[in-house]
């Protein structure tokens, strides 16, 4: 007999600790039987148990009349139930942040500047999906003053069903470009696959933060009263790019103490990130000096625009993942900077649909436009179009071929879609 979701929720304030994969098992955590179509947890339900699961939370019968074996009738289902039954106890913000490119290094900034000030939990990592998304909500812990969830969507519909459990009080769309096209239908169905996050906070009463100079996101929050607007010339705070050399070096002209910002982040596309954190920051009354500290002291560690030092070799590692705005605002990006002996190493860009082959044009076309010292493009439909660059399959190829080229001395941006591993390049 499917146990109910509040009594699971009593065996999960016991046990407060959730696991979907037997491999990172610790004694006394809750084992979500989880399964697709190339897996089955239930499987391994008694192995589970076995490692010291306190319970196994199956949707298939097990041989077994172990009483620590939790009956439900979807284990995924069971598992985003718990996770909106555990929001529903809290009474603090929960600040939403989806988008197609910045939305990690947004949340990573948000997370940064309001733990200055509060309890502060955030999403780990890469949970931002069906899955992630549960188990970060339910990782938040009873002292929580604020949470920061990060939404990631590859199709319409996504992004709802995640404020279904979530609930966000405030939301955050970082921008909507030229990502995961094939599943979102076009360019108009990423706007309203992520406006959807905003249909919720406007249906919720809630409040969001909006970049005044992406004017579809002035459309795409009409009827939202509680807007905080940040931008390059208008919003309660604003401020432009002073430098990037490599490292972003911001001026402030309004909505701050402060006047000028040096962060740790390589990129002028980030800019609408930092001001995003720092309106965050001033809606929640964290001081100005705390907000100045907070955002510069942060440094990225998870392969997004990342400034990484090899010998005599400089390199800007973003190989997270690439779709075409991003891919085009790096390039951009790196060809403005003053730096001798520029190479670029770019993997193929995923989930582009019948627009791949054209996209991959574009971002050769973009590329032939400057001097670089040599380029190398690597899978994907790099391979379906016609380029004077040097052409890889794998990264691991494009290793080899950079290994024997013995480089000094040089600037390198390696970017690429997260399937293609291009931080294999300088293993």
Request: glycine share 8%.
């Amino acid at each position: 007999m499917p146990v109910t979701i509040e009594s699971l929720y009593q065996v999960f304030l016991r046990h407060p600790s959730i696991q979907t994969d037997t491999r990172k098992l610790q004694t006394g955590d809750l084992f979500f039987a989880l399964k697709g179509p190339n897996f089955n947890g239930n499987l391994f339900a008694l192995q589970a148990l076995e490692a010291g699961a306190a319970y196994v939370i199956t949707d298939e019968s097990v041989n077994s009349n172990d009483t620590r074996i939790i009956p439900v009738n979807d284990v995924l289902n069971a598992l985003q139930q718990l996770a909106k039954h555990y929001r529903q106890q809290f009474n603090i913000p929960y600040i939403a942040i989806t988008g197609s490119n910045g939305k990690t290094t947004t949340k990573e900034l948000v997370h940064a500047v309001l733990s200055e000030q509060y309890k502060t939990y955030t999403t780990e990592g890469n949970l931002n999906n069906h899955i992630g998304i549960p188990i970060t909500l339910l990782r938040i812990k009873k002292d929580a003053e604020i949470a920061v969830i990060e939404m990631g969507a590859n199709h319409q519909k996504e992004i709802a069903g995640y404020c279904v459990y979530t609930q966000p009080t405030h939301g955050i769309i970082t921008n909507c470009g030229k990502a995961h096209l094939e599943g979102f239908g076009g360019a108009e169905g990423v706007k309203k696959g992520k406006g959807e996050l905003f249909d919720y906070i406007r249906a919720h009463n809630g409040s969001i933060f909006a970049f005044d100079d992406y004017d579809y996101l002035h459309s795409m929050s009409k009827g939202i009263s509680n807007t905080s607007w940040y931008g390059t010339s208008a919003g309660e705070v604003t401020g432009h790019v002073l430098q990037s050399e490599p490292f972003l070096e911001i001026a402030i002209i309004k909505g701050t103490s402060f006047q000028t910002l040096k962060t740790q982040l390589v990129g002028e596309y980030n800019l609408p990130n930092v001001l995003c954190a720092i309106a965050v920051g001033k809606k929640f009354n964290v001081p100005d000096e705390k907000i100045k500290s907070a955002i510069e002291n942060y440094s990225p560690s998870n392969s997004r625009s990342q400034l990484i030092e090899k010998g005599t070799n400089k390199i800007i590692l973003d190989a997270y993942n690439a779709n075409p705005t991003s891919m085009k605002a790096a390039i951009e990006n790196f060809a403005k900077l003053h730096a001798d002996n520029k190479m670029l190493m770019l993997g193929g860009m995923m989930e582009l649909g019948e627009e791949s082959i054209k996209e991959h044009e574009n971002i050769a076309a973009l590329i032939d436009q400057y001097k670089w010292k040599s380029v190398a493009l690597v899978g994907g439909d790099f391979k379906n179009i016609s380029h004077p660059f040097l052409f890889f399959n794998n990264a691991a190829d494009a290793r080899d071929w950079f290994v024997q080229q013995h480089v000094e001395n040089s600037f390198i941006l390696v970017k690429g879609s997260r399937s293609m591993q291009m931080e294999k390049v300088l293993a």
